[in-house]
């Protein structure tokens, strides 16, 4: 897994206004990690488009994009957390429930 609990601390989530609840980040988290196949805690291009809907989904690309706030073209917890946070003023992006 590679992620502390203490990531899902509202507390350190809290910083930039993230708006998800613990029960939602918790659902997200469980996202996260069906997304992470290689369960190395990072989310890879790849593995986003290892999902049929998502490799339907042309603003995908983009979204790891943005998400990527260090450049290192993988998308951490922290970075799926803020990022989904971001878009949820938006447009609501739901992965599987
Ligand atoms: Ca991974
Ligand atoms: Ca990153």
Redesign the pocket.
Known sequence: MGIHQSMLNGDELGVGGISFTKQEISILYNNFRDL?????????KK?FFDLPELQENPIVQRLVTVFDKNKDD?VSFYEFIVGLNMLNSGSKISFKN
């Not at 992470?36 to 890879?44: A, R």
Request: aromatic share 0%.
């Open positions: 992470d196949t290689d369960g190395n805690g990072l989310l890879e593995e993988k």
